[in-house]
């Protein structure tokens, strides 16, 4: 349950089409850091199951989010060097809409 939580922060439902113009190295780079966040989570929860000091339990939270951030920077990063570009390039000004709309609702969703 811990790790669908992480994979659907990273991955919304819905939005997008069903094409993914991520690059070898950023979705490998990614997929990488995702293993590294997944030992890490099994270790927060092994630190609750032993009773923890509560600080430290948030500290390693604090430490996963900001994993997290990063391996969103990074997808962020290809999708506006792959994705974005391309509706600005070559789609219509209905995909460009579109592809703009996701990305300030990500912006929005950031924020909280």
Do not use: W
């Amino acid at each position: 349950m811990l790790y669908l939580c992480v994979i659907l922060s990273l991955y919304p439902l819905g939005g997008g089409s069903n094409k993914n113009n991520m690059d070898n190295t950023t979705k490998k780079e990614s997929l990488k850091r995702l293993n590294y966040l997944i030992g890490h989570l099994q270790g927060v929860k092994k630190m609750l199951e032993k009773d923890r000091y509560c600080i430290d339990i948030i500290q390693q939270n604090l430490g996963v989010i900001s994993a997290l951030r990063k391996v969103n920077e990074q997808i962020l990063k290809n999708h506006f060097e792959t994705c974005v570009s391309q509706a600005i390039k070559f789609g219509s000004r209905k995909e460009r809409e579109r592809i703009l709309k996701e990305i300030m609702d990500i912006f929005k969703r950031s924020e909280g």
